[in-house]
């Protein structure tokens, strides 16, 4: 069975540009994650989506990140325009409904110059 | 707000000594609490979950966790490490929002 999967690894853009990551979460699970990591420090979540609706975005930086899910399928986030901080690793995650166990894609290396 | 601390940023063991890693969380409702590995170069991977029932948990790779309620903590445990081990751990919390919250992460390096 295919795992989470993420594109691209890695990233490099300039400080205005935009960049659209991309996960495709385990066939059949309803619940998908995006996380990031800004180096050394912890992983910090972004925002839940079960299906295509999403279920907290509490944790996305402001408005130039939009993370869409449709179809309930792979989902995308874009960042429009980058900034340096935006730098960082973003992991993908999915699980079924009702389980604790998050499981994760390898991550997309974002570097912003 | 629910957080997670990992006080050990970064271990240097030999082969064959024992590790203990520190978790502590600062939720005081029911939680399930994890502890993930990322090894170089590969995707974030469970070790053991906590959800219930007996405090100490056993995960693969010989590794446990014990919950200890009182005092808010969640250590990870290898009586014998391997130079295999050598990853970044990392613990995290599961409240009742259904996201996790993970600590810092532990940088684990054993030399052989």
């Known amino acids: 069975e295919a795992g989470v999967t993420q594109f691209p690894s890695h990233s490099v853009i300039e400080k205005g540009q935009t960049v659209t990551l991309r996960c495709d979460p385990i066939?059949?699970?309803?619940?998908l994650y995006w996380y990031r990591r800004v180096m050394g420090k912890e992983i910090k979540f972004l925002l839940h989506?079960?299906?295509?609706?999403?279920?907290?975005e509490s944790g996305m930086p402001n408005n130039r990140f939009l993370a869409e899910r449709t179809g309930g399928t792979y989902s995308t986030l874009k960042v429009q325009p980058a900034e340096l901080e935006d730098s960082g690793v973003y992991f993908c995650?999915?699980?079924?409904?009702?389980?604790?166990?998050?499981?994760f894609g390898e991550g997309s290396r974002l570097t912003v110059l | 707000a629910q957080s997670v601390s990992q006080h050990n940023h970064h271990v240097i063991l030999s082969e064959a000594a024992s590790l203990e890693l520190g978790c502590n969380y600062s939720?005081?409702?029911?939680?399930?609490l994890f502890w993930y590995v990322q090894y170089p170069g590969q995707h974030l991977q469970l070790l053991l979950k906590?959800?219930?029932?007996?405090?100490l948990v056993k995960g693969i790779k010989g590794f446990e966790a014990e919950f200890i309620k009182s005092k808010f903590s969640f250590n990870l445990r290898k009586p014998s490490v391997q130079w295999s081990d050598t990853a970044e751990y990392f613990c995290?919390?599961?409240?009742?929002?259904?996201?996790?919250?993970f600590g810092t992460g532990t940088r684990l390096q054993v030399f052989p």
């Open positions: 066939s059949g699970h309803d619940n």
């Open positions: 939720y005081g409702g029911t939680v399930n």
């Open positions: 989506f079960v299906k295509e609706s999403k279920q907290d």
């Open positions: 995650a999915s699980s079924l409904m009702n389980t604790g166990e998050l499981f």
């Open positions: 906590y959800f219930s029932g007996d405090p």
């Open positions: 995290a919390v599961k409240d009742n929002t259904d996201k996790l919250i």
